[in-house]
């Protein structure tokens, strides 16, 4: 008997014959190489269709001014790592270009999703892996941040490799994986540290119970690169690692929640269910596919008796236990790690679905269905963004009009996406903008020297403090905007 290096399996001789090699993991998975490498390349291609125009958020603003030449960098609260800033540095040290960062992401995130689910080609040679990639990509959260200055995605990517590398370090050939394995935890840890440090735990008491010492010692490698620069950062600019811890956790809302109800509501949107935006009803279409994720997870967990897909289940879990249960609010995106790595289990179980007929046309019209879902909430979502965030290049513009010329200091509404924009330094509010007396940004702004205005789209206004100010209004489009700008007095 002989026995296949990707799973153990034995390959069946005849009697009497000669013994025939096996044939070569690259050979045998090729076609499937190629299929996943066509899903990457689609998927870049709707972004650079769809999604290169759509201006910049307020978490994207923040980590891109860090690195942006030219920019002032926006206030990094204790809850944010520098994992995003390094990934966009290559292009935004040479231009703050908006546009120029949105195609260099589209082109990496499609590069990301094939590294990311290529390793799992020797594992499961087969069509399950670019199924599988196909469904993570054709997600309507997929498509709209595959090319936002964003944590999210990337983590998503580490989280899928990571399995399939921990599966693969225990191998014949450890040394790319093992070295693979540090370096996706190390990303991933400098990307968002806790998501990192919730997919650990999984693969560790996989190495525990499995004996494979060499697969933790690359997690927790990886881990300590991560956390190490978060202590570092902690030590110099936060106070202490449990200062910042705390500013974190307050700012994120973290304890003992139950948050499953808001995000079945949020799965066609808002972006974000917190500061006084609703999360809308429970749209029946987005749980219908939702629900039936942890079905065909858990069946193609049984039909498959893989380790890797029981793996790769068990680390979704714990992903999403994270946020449902661990932070106060809901956004979609924080569950694209979970459905990145839910996608494999989901695809094996389509294929099981599939051996029949009768079930293999329920299967491929639920597909459907659910691409059609997906892509009718990426469109309006899409369209939605793009006409919102569109008032801040106008707004900057009219500002400039105004006289405004850096050194600037920009305090209110949009004012981190317009600041970055005009090259200010900024401070964003939601609703509250001050008592009766100055806050303290400002006053040190106008100490400073600094150009000022206050912006809002209120009609009444803001807080008491302005009530001397001069108030000047922006024209743009059908929204009033102003802008008060300081009395001589100040």
């Known amino acids: 008997m002989q026995h296949d290096e990707l799973d153990g399996r034995a390959l069946p001789e005849r009697e009497g014959a000669p013994a025939v090699a096996a044939p070569p993991p690259w050979w045998r998975a090729r076609p499937w190489h190629l299929a996943l490498a066509a899903v990457a390349i689609c998927y870049s291609a709707v972004q650079l269709a769809f999604t290169t125009r759509i ?96 944590p999210n995605m990337w983590v998503a990517y580490c989280a899928v490799a990571g399995v399939a590398l921990a599966c693969l370090a225990g191998g014949r050939r450890p040394l790319r994986p093992v070295a693979g394995l540090v370096a996706v935890f190390a990303a991933a840890s400098l990307l968002r540290p806790s998501d990192a440090t919730w997919l650990a735990l999984p693969l560790l008491v996989y190495a525990a119970v499995t004996r494979r010492l060499l697969v933790a010692g690359c997690v927790a490698a990886g881990l300590a690169i991560g956390w190490g620069e978060w202590a570092v950062e902690a030590f110099l600019h936060h106070g202490g690692p449990l200062a910042r811890f705390r500013a974190a956790t307050v700012e994120n809302a973290a304890g003992l929640h139950f948050t499953l109800p808001d995000h079945l509501r949020a799965l066609d949107g808002p972006l974000l269910c917190r500061f006084g935006v609703g999360c809308g009803g429970f749209p029946p279409e987005q749980i219908a596919w939702f629900a039936a994720v942890p079905v065909f997870a858990v069946l193609g967990v049984l039909a498959a008796r893989r380790r890797a897909l029981t793996l790769a289940l068990a680390s979704a879990a714990s992903l999403a236990f994270a946020y449902l249960f661990t932070v106060g609010y809901a956004a979609p995106r924080f569950l694209l790690p979970a459905y990145a790595l839910l996608a ?44 919102g965030r569109a008032a801040a290049p106008l707004v900057a513009a009219r500002l400039q009009a105004l006289g405004l010329r850096p050194p600037c200091f920009l305090y209110g509404h949009d004012a981190v996406q317009i600041g970055y924009l005009a090259r200010c330094t900024s401070h964003g509010v939601f609703h509250h903008y001050g008592g009766a007396n100055v806050p303290s940004s400002l006053r040190a702004a106008i100490g400073r020297g600094e150009w000022v205005g206050v912006l809002t789209r209120r009609q009444r206004l803001p807080a008491p403090f302005l009530a001397p100010w001069v108030a000047v209004e922006l024209p743009v489009g059908d929204r009033r905007w102003r802008v008060f700008l300081p009395p001589g007095d100040l």
Not at 99 to 105: D, N
Not at 348 to 372: E, I, M, P, S
Request: hydrophobic share 55%; glycine share 10%; net charge positive.
């Open 55 to 150: 201006g910049l958020g307020w978490d994207e603003s923040v980590y891109l001014s860090q690195v942006a030449r030219g920019v002032p960098a926006a206030e990094f609260t204790a809850s944010r790592a520098r994992g995003v800033p390094l990934l966009v540095a290559p292009v935004a040290v040479f231009t703050p270009s908006v546009t120029a960062v949105r195609v260099y992401l589209g082109l990496l995130s499609g590069a990301g999703l094939y590294l990311a689910y290529r390793p799992w080609l020797r594992l499961r040679p087969g069509p399950v892996v670019p199924v599988a990639a196909a469904l993570f990509a054709g997600l309507w959260l997929s498509l709209f941040y595959a090319n936002e200055v964003m």
């Open 344 to 387: 494999l289990p989901v695809a094996a179980g389509l294929a099981w679905a599939c051996r029949r007929r009768a079930t293999a046309v329920l299967t491929v019209a639920g597909v459907l269905c659910y691409f059609a879902v997906q892509g009718v909430t990426a469109f309006v979502h899409i369209g939605k963004t793009h006409a």
